[in-house]
Structures are given as structure tokens and as C-alpha cells.
């Protein structure tokens, strides 16, 4: 699940950006966090012109788990995602599996904005942009990910939502002028189409790989880089807090498929009880839990550390896949999909930046596509 990335890349970015990879489908990509000024000792001047003391700094904040415990849980949960997707598509049509995973997903994120008392975000032109933030970063590519694993492997599907660094690369270069490439980005996004290519075992005609499926799967990846940088374009800098922006835009995401589905399923004859609790745990920990521990992350460890649980999430869908689905691998899918996730590491490498005045590096920014 695309590791709504915090970055140009999945899975995991924040609110309506989340990576990734970053974000697997990863991930609901979510609404990019805004950058954080770098604090700084203000000095007022008294009647005589003595300098006012600085307030101390505030002690940091102490979490009950450790954030390495938390960051194995979102690997696992987003790893997890392609599997579980493949067991509800076994009963449930796939816009059926998608709507359940908006539902549950909706429902987890409303009742931690109920717990914090969040106030919705205001204004029309704010909800139409999380409308078209749902579409692209939810709706849309969960429903193309669904249908993908009707044809392909749970392990392909995870292994193409690994690709949306790269895509992400490729728009960003273009439309978004100050995001100019490196050669060492562009050698990253090399490799990493080079390791596409071996996924798909490009030597040998493609054999054996339903192309529609995979197309799918890819378009899916595509469309979280095109929904981040519609967000930054759109709802950079808003006040609210980056759980009302993500909770109301999965919302609207529910209500588009809660539109749709109707219109092309029909009402199963029945409820097979594990496809529906894999579509409840798709949603509840894979859409609205993991969104709550990715912020928690990115807060306590900062967003560099925080997206590395993109390059985690293929290796536990392949495994998940192989071993509990029983799913066969030949020898190109694993060196490929190693492939794809050292270039897209590489497509997200930037300069060290120097904060003015101390020489200390300063802490990345979460990137905002």
C-alpha cells in the first residue's frame, strides 16, 4: 500500500500526501506535513536594554512504546495490506473491498478526532480539494490495486506499489519547477525502472504476468505521486491539523465508492466471515491505525526516518505472499523488487542543508510532492 511516503515517494507521506510507499496502497498517502520553522531564541529588549532569558524548551514528549516497536508495526501492517486484499477479492467484488476499507478506515480516524475533539475543516473550496485529494490518493488507486489482484500475485501488486518513488521523481520534475533533479536521482530512477523491468521478466516477453493486472497495479503507484503534488498545489499551509485534513478526506473518498459500488456490484449471497474480516483489518489497521502511527513517527523521529518504512513494505508483501498465500516466485522477482527499492532510495536522496549561522545539518523536511 503506497507508502503514502513522506515524500515524492509512497507510503507513507503525511495526510493527504503518506507514503508510501510510500503510502501502499500503502498507505493513504496524507496531506503533506507542513515544515516545521527552526526554533530560535527571541531577545527583547528591556527599558535598560538588557536581553530577556529565553523560556526553557519543553520537555520532549515519552511514548509508551518505542517508536522501533512502532515502526516494525506499520511495516507489518502496510506488508500485510496486499495480502489481506487478495483474501477479500476472494468473496467480495472490488469495489465492495474498497468501500469496506474506506469504511473501517474512516470510522477509526473519526473516533480519534471525536477523542481530540479536531474541528472539521471550513470552506468549500477546502472540501472540494480533499475531495479530489480522496479520489487520486484513495478511492482511485485502492480500487485499481483491488481489481489488479484479482489477476496478479499479492507480491507483484506489492512490489509495483514500490514504484511510486520513481513516478513521483518523473511529475515532480515537471511540474513543479523547484524540484530539479540530481545526477544521482536520475541514476536512482534508472535502477529503479531497470529493476521494474526485471520484475516483469522484460526478457522473456513478459510471460506469465496478466498484463491488465499489472497495468492496473502500476497506475495505482502512478496515482499517488499525481495526488501529491495536486496537494501541495492546493492545501499546503492550511491551519487544520493534518488529522482533520486526512479524516475528511477519507471520508469524502467513502462517499465516492459508497456512490459507485452500488452502480456496479450487486449484493453478495453471503458474508464469508475471514474475506470480511481481512477487508475490516484492511481498513482499520491498514487505512486508520497506520495513519495515526505514521504521524506519531514522523513527529518523534522526523520524516527521513519515518519514510524508510517504504522500503520495507515489498520485502513483507513478498513474504506474506509466499509463504501464507502459497504464491510461486521465480528468481527475477526478488532480485527486481531488491532493484526497484535501491533506486528509489535513491530518487529521494538530497542535499544536506546547512542551518544559517551553526554549520549543524539541518533536519529534512518532509517533502511535500
Known sequence: MSTPPLSAAPGPAPAAAVSAAAAPSVPIAPIPIASTPVASTAVASTAVGAARPAAPAAPPVRRALDWRLRFAALSLIWGFSFLLIKVGTSAYAPFQVTFGRLLFGTAVLAVAMAVKRTPLPRGARTWGHLAVAGFLLNALPFSLFAYAELTIPSTLAGICNATSPLWGMVLSVVALSEDRPTRRRVAGLGIGFLGVLTVLGAWQGFSGLDATGTAMALGA?????????YVRRTLAGRTESHLSLTGSQLFLAMLQLAVVTPLFTTVPDAFPVLPLLAVAALGALGTGLAVLIQYGLVAEVGPTTGQMVTYFV??????????????TLGWNTPVGALVVIAGAALTQSRPRRTRIGSGEPTRPQPPQP
Open 221 to 229: 503507484s502512478l496515482s499517488y505521486p499525481v495526488g501529491w503534488i
Open 314 to 327: 515489498p520485502v513483507i508483501a513478498t513474504a506474506a505472499g509466499v509463504s501464507i498465500l502459497g504464491e
